[in-house]
């Protein structure tokens, strides 16, 4: 099952427009991570947030948590063409026989046209 | 590149027949996860070890799925009789003392 799914499932912008994709969850969490993939590739992690903070800043990447909405959102700001890729948020509020295993959404698929 | 690797990148084979896929961590990171994703989907926990201590697998697909570390060091993830179902991308990760996960280029399977 899907812990957390991330909304818009498809974004198309120009480059230097923001873009803005946002992911839910429905557990309790202990950490909130985003990670973006290229086409055919593996994923490469870009920013954790933890469940007690509620804003975190990296370059042009800027996240925010919202524990009592059990939501997150992903801000790149001034995007570029390379920007391109598909966008993940991954929790690890499941726990399985006391594990705690992380869980990604669906994706957000981000285009950024020259 | 991220320091993991796998191998092979890419894995033809026939139905009924087992595959084999490596997975390399980050030499010092301690916990390796392995993951299957599909098209359109994000990826999927399967199981992860602690060291050589496989913790959880109660969420490997089937019986058919089989996975080691013997040494705490590179894992393999084992299928055994294929089925045209399994095709997808296998990925593994290692984390980092951030809790942070470093995932490698991932084996594509086809299975014909």
């Known amino acids: 099952s899907q812990q957390g799914e991330e909304d818009p499932q498809a974004l198309s912008i120009q480059e230097g427009e923001n873009a803005t994709m946002n992911c839910s969850y429905k557990?309790?969490?202990?950490?909130l991570q985003w990670y973006r993939q290229n086409s055919g590739r593996g994923l490469v992690h870009l920013i954790l947030i933890r469940s007690n903070e509620r804003e975190k800043h990296s370059g042009r990447l800027r996240v925010t948590l919202d524990t009592s909405k059990k939501s997150s959102s992903l801000l790149i700001t001034a995007s570029r063409a390379a920007d391109t890729a598909s966008y993940f948020c991954a929790t690890d509020g499941i726990a399985a026989g006391g594990s705690y295993i992380p869980t990604f959404g669906r994706g957000t698929s981000l285009i950024v046209h020259p | 590149d991220t320091g993991v690797s796998q191998d092979p990148r890419h894995k033809i084979t026939k139905r009924g027949q087992n595959v084999t896929f490596r997975c390399d961590p980050i030499?010092?990171?301690?916990?390796l996860y392995w993951y299957r994703q599909t098209l359109g989907q994000g990826p999927e926990f399967l199981t992860y070890?602690?060291?050589?201590?496989?913790?959880?697998k109660s969420r490997l697909l089937s019986d058919r799925f089989s996975a080691e570390r013997p040494k705490g060091s590179f894992s393999t993830l084992e299928i055994q009789r294929t089925e045209q179902g399994d095709s997808a991308m296998y990925l593994c990760?290692?984390?980092?003392?951030?809790?942070?996960?470093?995932f490698g280029p991932g084996t594509r399977l086809t299975v014909t």
């Open positions: 557990t309790s969490i202990n950490n």
């Open positions: 030499s010092e990171h301690n916990r």
């Open positions: 990760a290692s984390l980092g003392q951030r809790d942070e996960q470093y």
């Open positions: 070890f602690q060291n050589e201590a496989q913790l959880e």
